[in-house]
Structure formats: C-alpha cells, structure tokens
C-alpha cells in the first residue's frame, strides 16, 4: 500500500471544522413519508427522522462529518479497514431515505455513487493482500440502491477473493421501502453461505405488514437478520416505545444487534440522549424483556476508537464527560451534555 491509497476522492471532500448540515440532502421514499401521522417532525417520530430542522444548523465544536473517523481508516477509495478481522466497503453513496441523524455525512449523499470496476477492483486487490480480513460489511449509502446484478456483482467479486468471507448487507431499505426486498433478492443473497443483512429500525411504527413480509422473505431464504437502532431524543428514548421496537422485532425474527448511543455528527445533538439516560433504560428492559430481544448499548468512540460497550467499558461519569475503556485498554471521553 502506498501513500496514495490514503488520500481518496471521499478524503477531499471532508471540510475541515465546522460543516454546512446541508450538505446531507433531503430525500425520502414515498412510503416512509406515508407512516408520518404529521409532517411536523417535532410532534412525530417518523418525520423526525427525515424532515430537517433547522437545529441541524447548530454544529458544536467537537462534532463532525467524520465522527467515528471512516477517513482515516480508508485503505483504498471505498475500503475502510478499522477492525482487524472486519472491513467496510461503500458501495453506494445513495439511500432511499437520508436519516437526518446520519453519522457518515462525509459520504452520504455527496455523489459518489455506486462503486465503479476500478474502485472494486482497488479493494479486492488490498483484501487479497490482507488475509486477516473475515468479514465483510457492505454500506454506504445503502448498498440496497444498487440493482439485484451490481449487488450479485460486488458479492460475487467479493468471494472471488476468498469464498469463506462472511458478508454483512447493511442497509435501512427494509424500513424506508420494504418492497425493495423481493423474492428474487432474497434468493440471491439466501443462495451464498455466510451473508447477513443488518437492518436499521428505531420506532415500532417502522414494523409494518410490508416490513414484516421482508422479514419473511430474507428468514425464508436463509439470510439470518440483525438490526441496529439509534437511541434518539424524542422519538425512542422512553422505556414502552424501546420495548415495543424490540418484542416487535423479534416478533418478525430480526435479532436486535447494537442499540447506539448517538455519534456527535455535525448538526445532530438535538437527537442525542445523555449517557445515563440510556444505562438506566437498558436497565429497565433488562427488567422487562428477554435475552433474544436486548441489544447492546454501545458506542463508537469519538475519533476512530471504535466501537464498545458502554455498559461495561463505562468507569466513570465527570462534570463534562463519560469516561470509558476503549478496546485498547485507554482511557477515551465522550463528552456530558445538558
Ligand atoms: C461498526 C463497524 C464494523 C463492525 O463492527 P461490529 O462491532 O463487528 O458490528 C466494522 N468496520 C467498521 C469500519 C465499522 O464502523
């Protein structure tokens, strides 16, 4: 690897410190917009999730368009390479709906596009070099905005390189446009050992007949499902909301995976729950619900830390931050807000 593979497109397109929010474009799918009961995204918790707000203006010093630092661990243009055993590849920088709490805002929705031949082929050529890598997340963007072929194509090439890797389709098309998940994909992606699909569900509203019928077809196919939910102010941060989030997934076999704590992306503290405020909910569910249908309480910590367990990497609460063990045994700080 030379220094080059370092500095990608998507590198120069960060701007340095404080960053306009609108630059994550406003998009949604006509049947995500149909579960809003209101368009007004301060009285409904699925407007909430894609009308901006012009608290999104209001960027803090220490957030970012990079918060868990994606760009520093970019080993080709679409390759991120964070975790030993585990890549990222983006794929598409498009969704089907922008989550106004989007974390990867240096990415999202900023024209890239589908990952080209050349782009796939300078990742290939670094995970043929680099056999610690396992497995697989494919992300974006939603990876679910590429045809059934170029996704064919992406897995295919992908396992060309080591038909063991285990390959984790990470996407929200499921919630924002279940019928998006056809028989036809269900069975490409059922037809390759070792492929997972990682969905994105925060409010129970979100898990409706055409959700669950999703469900059906990637269970039936043989595509184990996870989802990963976003602990967010006002709209599924009470217990009796989480709790039906979860019974109703599991009621429609998706295991719940990651319960995140917000990312401190430019534009996002309006979505953010103190710390304490979600311990003490993992704590009641944990009262309230089964092991099937608890999720880990975690977060990615600020600056490319990486993932952890707050509940048990949490040691101690100061005035102004959270202090917590990051996975190389130090000491890292997500700060106290009011
Ligand atoms: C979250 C993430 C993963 C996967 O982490 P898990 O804890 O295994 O879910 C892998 N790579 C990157 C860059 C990530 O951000």
């Known amino acids: 690897m030379n220094d080059s593979c370092l500095e990608p497109d998507i590198g120069e397109q960060i701007v340095q410190g404080v960053e306009p929010v609108s630059r994550l474009p406003y998009g949604v799918s006509r049947y995500y917009a149909g579960l809003a009961q209101s368009d007004d995204p301060r009285a409904d918790p699925i407007a909430a999730q894609f009308v901006p707000t012009e608290n999104e203006l209001i960027v803090l010093p220490?957030?970012?368009s990079d918060p868990i630092g994606d760009t520093r661990y970019l080993v080709t243009d679409r390759l991120v390479h964070h975790y030993p055993d585990r890549a990222l590849l983006l794929v598409s920088d498009r969704c089907a709906t922008y989550c106004r709490h989007c974390f990867r805002r240096h990415f999202t929705g900023h024209g890239g596009g589908r990952i080209t031949e050349e782009q796939l082929e300078a990742a290939c050529a670094y995970l043929r070099r680099t056999p610690a890598i396992q497995e697989l997340l494919l992300s974006g963007g939603d990876p679910l905005m590429l045809s059934d072929q170029d996704l064919q194509w992406v897995i295919e090439k992908l396992l060309a390189v080591n038909d063991g890797y285990i390959i984790r389709v990470c996407t929200r098309m499921p919630v924002v446009l279940p019928t998006r998940v056809t028989e036809e994909l269900a069975r490409m992606l059922g037809s390759h050992d070792g492929i997972w699909m990682v969905i994105h569900a925060n409010h129970?509203?979100?898990?409706?007949?055409?959700?669950?019928?999703?469900?059906?077809?990637?269970?039936?196919?043989?595509?184990?499902?996870?989802?990963?939910a976003v602990l967010l102010r006002g709209i599924n941060d009470d217990?009796?909301?989480?709790?039906a989030l979860l019974r109703g997934l599991i009621h429609a076999r998706v295991k719940p995976y990651y319960l995140f704590q917000g990312d401190l992306a430019a534009g996002t503290s309006h979505f953010r729950v103190p710390m304490e405020n979600g311990i003490q909910l993992m704590q009641e569910l944990r009262r309230r619900l089964s092991g099937i249908a608890l999720p880990t309480y975690a977060v990615d910590l600020?600056?490319?830390?990486?993932?952890?367990?707050?509940?048990s990497s949490i040691i101690r609460i100061e005035k102004e931050a959270y202090v917590l063990r990051g996975a190389d045994g130090r000491e890292y700080r997500y700060p106290r807000e009011s």
């Open 239 to 243: 217990t009796d909301t989480m709790e």
């Open 204 to 228: 129970p509203r979100e898990l409706t007949e055409s959700f669950q019928e999703a469900m059906r077809l990637l269970v039936h196919a043989g595509v184990p499902v996870l989802n990963q």
């Open 62 to 64: 220490y957030e970012s």
């Open 302 to 311: 600020p600056g490319g830390a990486g993932k952890v367990p707050i509940e």
